[in-house]
């Protein structure tokens, strides 16, 4: 548990980076927005010179100097339009760089904090959505705004009536932009989690597409989409809804406006207070005044969802602490203690393993027994820092495991899950937990120690093959044994398996049995969880998990004992307490 001054903190190193990172493109931005909006007055004075000069002058040359000077003018515009539009899309690109790693670290991440995989992947996707916001029309909007008040002071200079309609209108379009967001803000969440929730539907069924067909029920589970989709459809309708509506409502006014100028131009000219160029001048300017208004009127449902995806991103950045590593450790090789650890589901907090404590040294394997859903697989995740105790501590030699960095940590543990789940790469890559190296000797070694070896080399593509999504172009059985051979690589001191017998044969639990035997024999520490004893030959101690409490721990024989005949709860743990007094 971090501090809330720790979290202060982080929010503040990362206020800073984000300054740091992109404060100095932003001023330029603002520069160069200043010299676009002071070129595109460029129409407006052009208007006003050839009514009030040319015209009355009847001067050719005037004419075609005028409008020289217009044309480079308008080019230069165009230019740093250019200019502008690419810088963004740059922006945009270095904060995708710098910040899709972080985002994907976080989403994988969130899982074993109780998140859906559609909810996960949602932040992946929060870099998307603030990058093609950087490359659209919507950051020309925020830019173009602080200019408007040049705009409003050219029309009030050519005279002040026209500059209280044009400042009229532009306050009335900002009333209208603040109640779109007014409007949309509580949309704006609900429509993002039922995306999340359509997605997790959308996910859920393509996992299980074999069962959906077999059992015929792809039809119901398309249904149960289809609801999922229309909440979501709804919601984006009524979003849209919104800012179509208000954006059809400023477009109107801006129109509205642009004539009004125009009127109002006229009646003062006629009344001998305007030029007639003045006229044309006062309603471009004023058009343009209202542009960025309009503009981001019509982005506001971009605006919305790239700021809500910046300040989740922000919170990913605090979410990964200050990024300063642990200082290493030396590599583990002596125990392992287990002190009186509580563990807790993580979404829900309910409490599923209390109490538990044990001791193992280098060169012991320990069985871990009972009935389902009595624990052992939340014992597992806790002991490998999948999910941090509530109450008590995992220590390797003595630190525990939030000593160590996590990539550093995974050195020392062999993990083979009950769901083995590889991914989807080629069989080296997969014993190899992805090494950026192929490590060939390592490879074979580990291959070897799981009795893999002959098998994979009996594949065309050998260690090359690819397994597919979720290793699906592999048996259950081949699946578990190249699990078997990914927890073993690298020799680590700690190897724990989690029902790595429920898909094997003779030959692979004999496989078994050396592996942890060659665990032993190199002082590390096997931990097998197992329903069938053929697993636990090559142990020597055994814990009893039922009811999320340890009710027996102690070596093989005694333990075995105890239980023959069934799991006699209260029996044991009477037998625990004396154990542990
Ligand atoms: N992610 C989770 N969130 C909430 N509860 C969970 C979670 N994972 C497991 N549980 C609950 O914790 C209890 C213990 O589950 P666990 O997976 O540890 O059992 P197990 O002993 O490994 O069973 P099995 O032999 O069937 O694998 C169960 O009641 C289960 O419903
Ligand atoms: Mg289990």
Same mark, same amino acid.
């Given at each position: ?8 903190? %982080? ?10 990172? *992109? ?6 931005? *603002? ?11 460029? $129409? ?28 480079? !003018? ?5 230019? *740093? ?17 710098? *910040? ?8 994988? /991440?969130?899982?074993? #904090?109780?998140? %859906?995989?559609?909810?996960?992947? &949602? ?30 002071? #050219? ?6 009536? !026209? ?5 009229? $209108?532009?306050?009335? +379009?900002?009333?209208?932009?603040? +109640?779109?967001? +007014? ?33 015929? #029920? ?36 801006? @129109? ?53 995806? @910046? ?73 490998? $820092? ?42 080296? &890559?997969?014993? %190899? ?30 260690? /090359? ?38 898909? +094997?044969?003779? /030959? ?44 027996? #721990?102690?070596?093989?024989? &005694? ?23």
């Amino acid at each position: 548990m971090r501090s809330s001054n720790a979290k202060a903190t %982080s929010e503040r190193r990362v206020a800073d980076m984000l300054k740091r990172e *992109f404060q100095g493109i932003g001023l330029y931005l *603002f520069g160069i927005s200043g010299i676009i909006n002071i070129l595109a007055l460029t $129409g407006a004075f052009y208007m006003l010179q050839i009514y009030d000069r040319a015209l009355a002058s009847g001067s050719i040359p005037t004419l075609v100097a005028l409008s020289v000077l217009a044309i480079g !003018l308008y080019l230069f515009q165009g230019l *740093f339009d250019v200019v502008r539009s690419q810088v963004l899309v740059r922006v945009g690109a270095r904060l995708d760089r710098k *910040f899709a790693p972080i985002a994907h670290k976080v989403a994988i /991440d969130m899982p074993r #904090f109780g998140f %859906s995989t559609a909810e996960s992947l &949602e932040r992946g996707r929060d870099v998307d959505t603030v990058r093609s916001f950087l490359g659209s029309q919507g950051p020309m909007a925020i830019f173009d705004l602080p200019w408007v008040p040049v705009y409003l002071l #050219f029309v009030y200079l050519l005279h002040p009536a !026209l500059g209280a309609l044009t400042l009229g $209108g532009a306050v009335v +379009l900002t009333l209208l932009t603040v +109640l779109n967001e +007014l409007m949309s803000r509580r949309l704006a969440g609900a429509t993002q989690q039922a995306a999340i929730a359509r997605n997790a539907v959308a996910d859920s069924n393509t996992r299980n597409a074999d069962i959906l067909k077999a059992m015929g #029920f792809a039809g119901r589970a398309v249904a149960r989409y289809d609801v999922a989709n229309r909440e979501h459809l709804n919601l984006q309708t009524q979003t849209t809804d919104i800012s179509g509506t208000l954006g059809a409502f400023s477009r109107v006014l801006r @129109m509205l406006l642009q004539s009004a100028v125009l009127g109002l131009g006229a009646y003062l000219t006629i009344m001998g207070q305007l030029s007639p160029g003045a006229i044309i001048a006062a309603s471009v300017a004023a058009t343009r005044a209202l542009a960025p208004i309009d503009l981001a009127i019509g982005n506001w449902k971009n605006v919305i969802s790239a700021r809500n995806s @910046m300040r989740r991103l922000r919170d990913t950045l605090v979410a990964m602490g200050d990024g300063q590593p642990p200082m290493p450790l030396p590599a583990p090789s002596s125990r392992l203690t287990v002190d009186r650890i509580t563990v807790a589901a993580p979404a829900s907090g309910r409490v599923l393993l209390s109490e538990v404590a044990f001791e193992l040294r280098g060169g012991q394997a320990l069985g871990i027994i009972g009935p389902s859903a009595g624990g052992k697989t939340t014992l597992v995740k806790a002991l490998t $820092g999948i999910w941090e105790p509530i109450r008590g501590s995992v220590r390797l030699d003595g630190a525990e495991l939030a000593q160590w960095s996590p990539d550093e940590l995974g050195d020392h543990i062999g993990y083979l899950p009950q769901d083995v789940g590889l991914l989807d790469a080629t069989i080296w &890559e997969n014993i %190899s937990r992805l090494a950026p190296q192929r490590d060939s000797a390592k490879v074979v070694a580990a291959a070897k120690a799981a009795g893999v070896h002959d098998m994979i080399v009996q594949f065309e593509d050998g260690y /090359d093959t690819q397994v597919g999504p979720q290793g699906s172009a592999l048996s259950a059985g081949q699946r578990q044994r190249i699990g078997l051979a990914r927890a073993l690589y690298g020799n680590p001191f700690l190897v724990i398996m989690d029902e790595p017998n429920s898909n +094997l044969d003779a /030959d692979g639990e004999t496989a078994l049995t050396r592996a942890i035997n060659d665990i032993r024999a190199r002082d590390g520490i096997a931990i097998i969880v197992a329903h069938r004893p053929s697993a636990l030959v090559a142990v020597d101690q055994v814990a009893v998990i039922q009811n999320g409490r340890m009710t027996s #721990f102690g070596p093989k024989d &005694e333990v075995l004992a105890a239980t023959r005949g069934g799991l006699r709860p209260v029996r044991v743990a009477t037998e625990t307490q004396e154990l542990s007094a």
